[in-house]
């Protein structure tokens, strides 16, 4: 399938990603996720059977396989976010964004602004994590965009000096067909 950005000649292919997403106790990231990667612009989705089982990892009960460091967007302090966060009610917007249909034509959700953590660089072979990343995401496929300036941090962020915050948890995505037994963990895009 060709890439849904207008002047990107790439195409999409399955890859394994890893999603880091926010439950009750804070950040997790889960590993091995099957999602459609543009080859040229590394634009991804999910598909919705994707999304759908990554929902079954918050409140879940099951344990993670490691950690991984967490790092704070440098832009963006914990206090900061809060305050947006609480005046918001968890939008990074000001509630005055005009409503974004999702770009995929099959998906019916829009798109939220929203302070998220992100998975990205890779720092010795370790994930890199970084909390209240301000973007856009679908409400339904998960589908995100960043804009430019922000990609540009996240990309100069392994080699700035900076310590991390703290730890995450990190979970395979295979275990969230433990947690739901009766059905065939199914791959993006089959």
Known sequence: MKCNFKDCPGSYEEKLIARA???PGGVIIIDHVPAMVCRICGDSFFTADTAQRL??????QMKPVSSVPLYEYPLWSAKQSNALKSRTNGHAGNGEMPVIKCRFSWCPGYYEEKLRAHTGSQRDGQLLVVNNVPQLSCNFC???LLDTRTLYLLEALPDSGIAPIGT???YEFAQGAEMQPDKELVEAGK
């Open 55 to 60: 929902d079954c990892f918050r409140d879940s």
């Open 168 to 170: 995450a948890p990190l």
């Open 142 to 144: 998960a589908d995100t």
């Open 21 to 23: 997403s926010h439950d």
